[in-house]
């Protein structure tokens, strides 16, 4: 005659193994988060690269000439990525642009002048949301949040002290100098507003200083910034390394001597290439 036993877990061996389960879950799921940030982070550098080849290849098709649109340079430079998501951080919390109708909503070409133009273009503002920095009444099909152009050097006061910049004919040393980077997503600047100056796609606020500039550009990738330089190489830089005078220099030499909270002028930005 036969007998058979029935086997099973004790409590103690059931919270050995949660215990177990437990303590390689808090060692696993910060890899698997670095993993995810170094993820983005690669993304991000990938497509802010992209930028930096598509405005180049727009400047060919346009004598050497960076495009003049400011608050929509990305209508300009999508026929040359075909992917909306080129223009997007995958780290940043805003909105992903959708298509969106517009009626005469006013452009500027290369030559400064201003147009109507009517017709479907990507935004990530939602309707009837004026952003702040046009003032009220103004919609105009921007993409807050994501990628920032370096407009204070390109377009302000170039490499010559003044607003040459705009053509690449004049650009030297281009491999230290930064074209694109990230902006405030509006969960972590200073007003915490989804659509104004701080996250536009562009760098320059206006009444400039360098806290201005530094307050505009995301670091949210590691504590630091993806970049890609006017040659279109694209490299990661720490939050601090903004505030170094390597730093200042990439963003403005024509400024870079100047403290921190001092206001900018033609007067106190100058700068000649190779001196």
């Not at 180049?56 to 649109?69: A, F, S």
């Not at 915490?192 to 100056?197: G, R, S, T």
């Amino acid at each position: 005659m036969s007998s058979s036993k029935k086997f099973g877990f004790t409590l103690i061996e059931l919270l050995v193994v949660i215990a177990i389960i437990a303590i390689l879950a808090a060692i696993l799921f910060p890899v698997f988060a670095q993993a995810k940030a170094a993820a983005k982070k690669t993304q991000a550098l990938s497509n802010i690269k992209q930028l930096g080849t598509a405005t180049y290849l727009y400047m060919n098709d346009w004598d050497d000439t960076v495009n003049r649109k400011w608050w929509d340079m990305h209508i300009d430079l999508l026929p040359y990525v075909k992917s909306i998501d080129i223009f997007l951080d995958p780290a940043s919390s805003a909105p992903k642009p959708v298509k969106r109708q517009f009626t005469n909503i006013r452009f500027t070409d290369g030559a400064s002048t201003d147009f109507n133009v009517t017709g479907e273009f990507y935004t990530n503002v939602p309707a009837g949301t004026p952003p702040t920095i046009f003032g009220a009444g103004q919609n105009f099909p921007s993409i807050f949040g994501h990628f920032a152009r370096n407009d204070e050097l390109i377009h302000n006061y170039g490499f010559n002290g003044n607003s040459s910049g705009a053509n690449a004919s004049t650009w030297q040393t281009v491999s230290d100098k930064i074209m694109f980077s990230f902006a405030q997503d509006g969960t972590s600047d200073d007003d915490a507003n989804d659509f104004d100056e701080d996250n536009g796609c562009y760098f320059e606020p206006g009444g400039t200083n360098w806290n201005q500039i530094f307050a505009q550009i995301a670091t949210r990738h590691n504590n630091g910034a993806p970049f890609v330089m006017l040659d279109t190489s694209a490299k990661w830089r720490r939050a601090d390394w903004l505030r170094s005078m390597e730093g200042k220099k990439a963003l403005n030499p024509a400024c870079s001597q100047l403290a921190d909270n001092d206001s900018w002028s033609a007067a106190k930005c100058t700068y000649n290439e190779g001196n």
